[in-house]
């Protein structure tokens, strides 16, 4: 069965650049973004509260993306 894993957290800058990182391998994925849902409800969230979602069956293969990813960022 496949199931959605929560593969990163950050503001919706880095998860927008990941998701397209991801969908460039073909690894379709699911942003949920607490920030703006809080202002689209009238109330508000800590920003970096952006998660990104996969299905576990491509978490292996998403890892790899992501720890290039994370070096990328840290330079």
């Not at 699911?30 to 920030?35: G, L, S, V």
């Not at 920003?47 to 292996?60: A, H, Y």
Request: no cysteine.
């Amino acid at each position: 069965m496949k199931n959605l894993i929560k593969i990163y957290t950050g503001t919706s800058i880095l998860i927008n650049r990941l998701a397209f990182l991801l969908n460039e391998i073909n690894i379709p994925s699911m942003i949920k973004d607490h920030t703006e849902s809080g202002r689209l409800a009238g109330f508000g969230a800590i920003e970096g509260s952006t998660e990104l979602f996969i299905l576990d069956v491509n978490e292996k293969k998403a890892s790899e993306i992501i720890k290039k990813f994370e070096k990328e960022i840290l330079k």
